[in-house]
C-alpha cells in the first residue's frame, strides 16, 4: 500500500507562535490532500484541503503548501491558540480501480503551551 | 444538524461472536467508508462504497464485510471477531464529486477478548 508519514510524532509550541506539520507521501499519482485535526475522544475534522495542481491554498489562519517534487505536504498554523492542541493527520486520496482510497499519515500530536 | 452516526460507541465482546456496528449519515452523501485507527499506524481504509450496492476493499479489508443496500446507511460486519480487530472503528462520507473531505462519525471502540 502507500505510505504517508510525518516528520515529526510530537510538537510543542507557545501560544501566539507559528505551528507547523509536515507530512511526506510517496505515490505521485495522489491528486488531492487533506488535512484533519482530531481532539481526544471525537472523530477526524476537516481542516483544509489541496489539490494537486496547487501548490498553496489558505484558510483561516491555516496554510497548506505541496511540495509535488518532493512529495512533501505541510500545515502552518498561524498564532497557535490552546485550542488548536490535537493530533493532526495528513491524507493523500489515490483514484483506485472502483473509486477513492484514502491513506492517512499517523499522526503528529500538537501540544500549545499557554 | 449534519452529521455521521455509529452505534454502538463501544462494545466489549468475545471471539468468534458476530458483530455489526452500524453508521448513518443525513447528508445525503454517495461516498462512504471505514477506516480503523491503531496506535501509531493512523487510520486505514477497510472498505468504501461509491454508492449503494458499489463497494470495495480498502488497505486492510479482511475479516471485515460491508453492505450498502441505502444510501445513508453502511454497516460493518464482522462475521467472526478475533482479538486482533480490537481497535477504534471510525465511518465516514462524503459526496462522490470530485476531492471532497470526509465528514467522521465520532468512532466506535471495540474490544475482542
Known amino acids: 500500500g502507500e505510505s504517508v508519514g510525518l516528520h515529526l510524532p510530537t510538537l510543542s509550541v507557545q501560544e501566539g507562535d507559528n505551528s507547523i506539520i509536515n507530512c511526506a507521501y510517496s505515490?505521485?499519482?495522489?491528486?488531492?490532500f487533506i488535512w484533519y485535526k482530531q481532539e481526544s475522544g471525537k472523530g477526524p475534522q476537516f481542516i483544509i484541503d489541496i489539490r494537486s495542481n496547487m501548490d498553496k491554498r489558505q484558510g483561516q489562519r491555516v496554510t497548506v503548501l505541496l511540495n509535488k517534487t518532493v512529495k512533501h505536504l505541510s500545515l502552518q498554523i498561524a498564532a497557535t491558540q490552546p485550542g488548536d492542541s490535537a493530533v493532526y493527520f495528513c491524507a493523500e486520496k489515490i483514484i483506485a480501480r472502483t473509486g477513492n482510497q484514502f491513506y492517512f499519515g499517523t499522526g503528529t500530536s500538537l501540544t500549545v503551551i499557554p | 444538524e449534519a452529521q455521521v452516526t455509529q452505534n454502538p460507541r463501544y462494545l466489549i465482546t468475545v471471539t468468534g461472536k458476530k458483530l455489526t456496528v452500524t453508521c448513518s449519515q443525513n447528508?445525503?452523501?454517495?461516498?462512504m467508508s471505514w477506516y480503523r485507527q491503531d496506535p501509531g499506524l493512523g487510520l486505514r481504509q477497510i472498505y468504501y462504497s461509491m454508492n449503494v450496492e458499489v463497494t470495495d476493499k480498502g488497505d486492510v479489508p479482511e475479516g471485515y464485510k460491508v453492505s450498502r443496500k441505502e444510501k445513508r446507511n453502511f454497516p460493518l460486519i464482522l462475521e467472526s471477531p478475533s482479538p486482533n480487530q480490537t481497535s477504534l472503528y471510525f465511518c465516514?462520507?462524503?459526496?462522490?464529486?470530485?476531492?471532497?473531505?470526509?465528514?467522521f462519525g465520532d468512532g466506535t471502540r471495540l474490544s475482542i477478548l
Open positions: 505515490n505521485s499519482a495522489s491528486d488531492y
Open positions: 447528508m445525503n452523501h454517495e461516498y
Open positions: 465516514a462520507s462524503s459526496l462522490r464529486v470530485k476531492n471532497q473531505p470526509q465528514h
